[in-house]
C-alpha cells in the first residue's frame, strides 16, 4: 500500500504576483486600506502629470542648450571682430607715438595725420598729443564730440580719469585702455593711453578715443546683430552701445524651460574687462508649451488630483476626529485614574455608578465591589451607620454644605481615616441631572499637623504668658492693640494706652512713616528698607511713677499677619538692677575714698616730715623773738620781719593739711568742665612730699592751650597721684642711683581711633612690670607690696573708664635690660569743646 503524499504549501516567493498582492491587501488594517485606496489613484495621476512636464521640460531644455550654443559661437566671432579692428586702429596710433617719439612729426603734421586716420575710421573720434607736464600740445577731434570733451591747446589735464590713466600709462611704459563714464552730455567713450619715449625717458602720451557706439555699429557683423540681440557693456553691467532683452519676471524664471539660458557674454580684448560684449537670441516661437493639448492634459491632471486630495483630507479629518475622541477620552480616563482625591458618582436614587481608582485605593475595596451598591456602604463604619445613613438623604434632598463634611471612612482591612467629602450636582451634556458627584479626600495628615500646630501655639502663648516681660503689639498710628501678653495685661490692661505710653517715654516716635516709607517695606524681614532712627535700635531705660518700676524698653518693627506695618515692645522690670546698680555706685564711691586715705596713710610719714619743717620754724621763730624780747634786744622792724616768717611758715603748714584734707574729703560725684592744668598741679603738689621723702625728681609737662575736661576732678587726680607714688616706689626699689631717679608726667592732645583725646603719660626709670605682675595687674586684691591692699590700679582703671576713656601700661626696654615702666590713660574731649585747629595723630610710643 503507498504512503500517502506530504501536504506540500507553495512558497511565498513562487506564488503568482497578483496573489502576493492580494495576501499583503488583506493584512492590512481597514485604516491602511482605505489611506492605500486615496493615495494609489493621486500617486497614479501625480506621476502622469510629472511624465508629461518632464518630457516637454526635455524638449524646451534642448532647444535651449542649441541657442546657446549658436549664441556663444556667435559672440566670440563678434568679439574676434571687434579685436581684430582694436588691434589695427592701435598699430596705426601707436605709429604716429613713434614718429613722435623721433621727432619726426611736428604739431602741424600731427594735426593733418590726425586728421587723416580719424576721417579714415569713423570709431576713431579723436587724437591728443599730451607732453610730459600733462600740456595740450596738438589735437584733432570730429565734429561729434560735445564741448567737454574738446580740450584746448595749451590746457592742462586736471584730475579724473583721464589723468589717472595718463598716469598709468606712464607707470607702466604701455599701452593702456581706459573706459570714460557716459554722461547725459556726453556719449560713452573708449581711451586709448600710448607712452611716448625719447631714450627711455617719458616724453607725454598719445591719446586716442574711440566711440563705443562707433565700434559697435561698425565692429558687429550684420548677420549677428540680425539674429541676436548684441549690445556693448562696461564692467558694472552698464549698457554702452547695442540692444538688450530685459531680464523676464522672477515668477517665469521658475520655469526650467523660461530661464535666460540663451546669452552669452564675453569680455573684448585688448580692452578686458572694461568692455564686455553680450549676445542675447530672440524668442522666435513658442514651442510645444504653446499648445493647447499640453494645457488640457495639465488641467485634467490637475482637477483630478485635487478631486483625489479633497476626497482625502475628508477621510483623514473624519480619522482625526476619531482619534482625537479616543485620545480624549483615554486622557480623562488616565487623569481620573492618576487622581490623588477619591471620585464617587451616585445616581438620583443613591447607587453608586461610578468610583474612580483613588477612591478604591483610599478605601481598599474594588469597583465591582462598590458600583451598584446602595447605603449602607462597605467603607462606612459601623457605629456611624445612623448619621451618615441621615446626611446622605439629605444629599439626596439637594442639601449639600459648600465647604464640605467631615466623616470617618473605614477601609478593607478595617482601619480608619479622617475624609473630606464634598458632594455637587452632576448635570449631563443636555442640562439635565443625572446624580451626585462626591470628592473625598484623605485630611489624616492635616488633622494630625493642625492638632500638632495647636499644641505648639498653646506651649508657645504658654511661654509668652509665663515671660517675666511685658510684651505688647500694635499698628503703627493706631490705637488698636494686636497683641498682649499676662504680664501687660496685669500692668497696662486691655488697651493700647500701656504700649503708647511706653513708645512716648522711651523716645520711639510715635507717628506712623510716610506713604514713601510704607511702601519700602521688607516684606521678609517685617522692617522698612530706609533708615531707622537710632532711637528704635537702643533699649531705654524708663520710670512709671504708676508702676513704681524701672523699666527696659526695647522696639522693633514687623509684619503682621495681615500685611499691616506694626510695632513690637518689650518692656522688662530692671528695678532691682536698677537698685543694685546705686548700691553699686555706693560701695564704689566708698572704695574710691578708702583708696584716697589710704594713700594718704601710706604717705604719712612724708606728710609728717613736710609739716615739721615749718613747724620748727615756727618754733625758732618764736623762740628766738621771746629771747630778744626778754633781752630787749629786738626792734619794732626786726620784731615785725620775725612775725612775717613765722606767719608764712604758718601759712605753709596751713596749705598742705588744706590740700590733704580736699584730696581725702568725701564727697558726691561731680562732673564738671575741670582745667587740666589745676588738676595736674594739685596732683604734683601732693605727690611730691613722697617724691622728697624718696629723693625722687618729678618733672611734668602740660601742652598749652588745651580744652577743659568734663571730668570729677577729685578722680583724676587721685588716678594721677596714684600713679605717680607708685612710680616713686618702683624706682626707690629698684636702687635707682640719684641721677637716674626720674618720673615724668606728660599731659597732651592726641588722636584715638579719629577721637581727640587728651592722653596722661607718666614714666619712670624702675625696675618695670614682671611678666605674670603685667597679667594680673588690674585684678582687684592683687599686689607686690607686702603692706598693699591691691585696689589701687583697680580702682584707676575703673575711674578712667568710667569717664569713656582707656588706661594701659608697657615696659621700656635698653635692648633686652628693662629701663622703666610707662602708663598712660586718656580722656576724650567733649565735641563742643574740641579746638578749631587738627589735632596731632597719636603716634606709637618708643621705647627709652
Not at 586718656?826 to 595723630?841: D, F, G, N, Y
Request: with cysteine; charged share 20%; net charge neutral.
Amino acid at each position: 500500500m503507498p504512503l500517502p503524499r506530504p501536504i506540500t504549501f507553495p512558497s511565498p516567493t513562487t506564488l503568482p504576483p497578483v496573489t502576493r498582492l492580494q495576501s499583503w491587501w488583506q493584512r492590512l488594517t481597514p485604516q491602511r486600506q482605505d489611506w492605500f485606496a486615496v493615495l494609489a489613484p493621486l500617486a497614479a495621476v501625480l506621476l502622469f502629470l510629472a511624465a508629461i512636464v518632464s518630457a516637454f521640460g526635455y524638449l524646451r531644455l534642448e532647444e535651449i542648450e542649441r541657442e546657446q550654443e549658436a549664441v556663444k559661437r556667435d559672440v566670440e566671432y563678434t568679439q574676434q571682430r571687434l579685436r581684430l579692428r582694436l588691434l589695427e586702429r592701435q598699430e596705426q596710433v601707436m605709429r604716429i607715438a613713434r614718429e613722435l617719439s623721433n621727432r619726426e612729426l611736428d604739431a602741424d603734421d600731427f594735426q593733418s595725420r590726425a586728421e587723416a586716420i580719424v576721417n579714415q575710421y569713423p570709431e576713431l573720434q579723436g587724437l591728443t598729443w599730451i607732453d610730459a607736464r600733462r600740456r595740450i600740445r596738438a589735437r584733432f577731434g570730429t565734429a561729434s564730440l560735445s564741448a567737454r570733451q574738446l580740450r584746448a591747446v595749451g590746457s592742462t589735464l586736471t584730475s579724473g580719469e583721464t589723468e589717472n590713466t595718463y598716469s598709468l600709462a606712464k607707470e607702466l611704459q604701455q599701452p593702456v585702455y581706459a573706459q570714460h563714464i557716459a554722461t547725459p552730455d556726453a556719449p560713452a567713450m573708449l581711451q586709448l593711453h600710448i607712452p611716448l619715449s625719447d631714450r627711455a625717458r617719458f616724453t607725454g602720451v598719445l591719446l586716442a578715443e574711440y566711440s563705443v557706439d562707433g565700434l559697435f555699429r561698425y565692429g558687429v557683423p550684420s548677420e549677428v546683430s540680425a539674429r541676436y540681440a548684441v549690445s556693448l557693456h562696461d564692467a558694472n553691467g552698464g549698457l554702452l552701445a547695442g540692444t538688450s532683452i530685459p531680464k523676464r519676471n522672477r515668477a517665469s524664471e521658475l520655469l526650467p524651460w523660461a530661464s535666460p539660458a540663451n546669452a552669452y557674454e564675453v569680455p573684448v580684448s585688448p580692452v578686458g574687462n572694461g568692455l564686455v560684449i553680450r549676445g542675447q537670441a530672440y524668442r522666435t516661437s513658442l514651442g510645444l508649451i504653446g499648445s493647447g493639448l499640453f494645457w488640457l492634459v495639465t488641467a485634467l491632471s490637475t482637477m483630478t488630483a485635487w478631486m483625489l486630495i479633497a476626497n482625502w483630507r475628508h477621510s483623514r479629518r473624519r480619522l482625526q476626529a476619531q482619534q482625537a475622541l479616543v485620545s480624549e477620552t483615554s486622557f480623562r480616563r488616565a487623569m481620573e485614574n492618576s487622581m490623588l482625591t477619591g471620585m464617587r458618582a451616585l445616581d438620583l436614587q443613591g447607587r453608586i455608578t461610578y468610583v474612580n481608582a483613588a477612591f478604591c485605593k483610599m478605601t481598599g475595596w474594588r469597583e465591582s465591589d462598590l458600583v451598584g451598591r446602595t447605603a449602607p456602604f462597605p467603607y462606612w463604619p459601623e457605629e456611624d451607620h445612623d448619621s451618615l445613613t441621615s446626611r446622605l438623604e439629605e444629599e439626596l434632598a439637594g442639601k449639600t454644605l459648600p465647604g464640605g463634611i467631615q466623616v470617618h471612612i473605614k477601609r478593607r482591612d478595617g482601619t480608619l481615616f479622617d475624609a473630606r467629602l464634598y458632594v455637587s450636582p452632576l448635570i449631563d451634556a443636555r442640562g439635565t441631572q443625572t446624580g451626585w458627584m462626591t470628592s473625598m479626600t484623605d485630611i489624616t495628615e492635616p488633622n494630625r499637623i493642625r492638632e500638632q500646630l495647636s499644641a505648639s501655639h498653646e506651649r508657645f502663648t504658654t511661654v509668652l504668658e509665663a515671660l517675666d516681660a511685658s510684651i505688647s503689639v500694635a499698628p503703627l498710628g493706631s490705637d488698636e492693640l494686636l497683641f498682649a501678653n499676662k504680664l501687660y495685661r496685669f500692668w497696662f490692661g486691655t488697651e493700647a494706652l500701656g504700649h503708647l505710653q511706653l513708645v512716648a517715654e522711651a523716645g520711639v516716635p510715635m507717628t506712623p512713616p510716610s506713604d514713601e516709607s510704607l511702601d519700602n517695606v521688607d516684606a521678609f524681614a517685617g522692617l522698612p528698607t530706609n533708615s531707622l532712627p537710632e532711637t528704635e535700635t537702643e533699649s531705654a531705660e524708663i520710670y512709671l511713677e504708676a508702676l513704681d518700676k524701672w523699666l527696659e524698653v526695647r522696639t522693633r518693627y514687623l509684619s503682621w499677619v495681615d500685611g499691616r506695618l506694626a510695632q513690637m515692645v518689650i518692656a522688662t522690670d530692671i528695678t532691682a538692677r536698677r537698685i543694685a546698680e546705686e548700691q553699686s555706685a555706693v560701695q564704689t564711691e566708698r572704695a574710691q575714698s578708702a583708696s584716697r586715705l589710704i594713700t594718704m596713710g601710706e604717705m604719712a610719714s612724708s606728710v609728717a616730715h613736710e609739716l615739721n619743717q615749718p613747724l620748727t620754724a615756727i618754733n625758732n621763730y618764736c623762740n628766738g623773738m621771746m629771747s630778744r624780747i626778754k633781752a630787749q634786744q629786738i626792734s619794732e622792724e626786726d620784731l615785725l620781719g620775725a612775725l612775717e616768717k613765722t606767719a608764712k611758715q604758718a601759712q605753709r603748714a596751713g596749705q598742705i593739711i588744706q590740700r590733704i584734707r580736699s584730696f581725702v574729703k568725701r564727697s558726691e560725684p561731680n562732673r564738671s568742665l575741670s582745667k587740666i592744668a589745676a588738676m595736674v598741679d594739685e596732683a604734683v603738689e601732693l605727690a611730691e612730699i613722697e617724691m622728697r621723702r624718696r629723693n625722687v625728681r618729678l618733672t611734668h609737662y602740660v601742652a598749652p592751650r588745651m580744652s577743659a575736661l568734663l571730668v570729677d576732678p577729685i578722680l583724676i587726680e587721685q588716678v594721677l597721684v596714684n600713679l605717680l607714688k607708685n612710680a616713686a616706689e618702683s624706682i626707690d626699689a629698684a636702687h635707682r642711683p640719684t641721677a637716674l631717679r626720674n618720673v615724668r608726667l606728660r599731659v597732651a592732645p592726641t588722636q584715638v581711633n579719629d577721637k581727640a583725646v587728651v592722653e596722661f603719660t607718666v614714666t619712670d626709670t624702675g625696675q618695670g612690670l614682671a611678666p605674670e605682675v603685667m597679667a594680673r595687674l588690674y585684678e582687684a586684691f592683687y599686689s607686690t607690696k607686702a603692706d598693699g591692699m591691691g585696689i589701687g590700679l583697680s580702682l584707676c582703671r575703673s575711674i578712667v573708664e568710667s569717664h569713656q576713656g582707656r588706661m594701659k601700661a608697657e615696659n621700656l626696654y635698653n635692648g633686652a635690660e628693662v629701663t622703666g615702666c610707662c602708663f598712660s590713660f586718656w580722656i576724650p574731649v567733649t565735641e563742643s569743646l574740641l579746638p578749631k585747629a587738627p589735632l596731632p595723630q597719636r603716634q606709637p610710643r618708643t621705647p627709652g
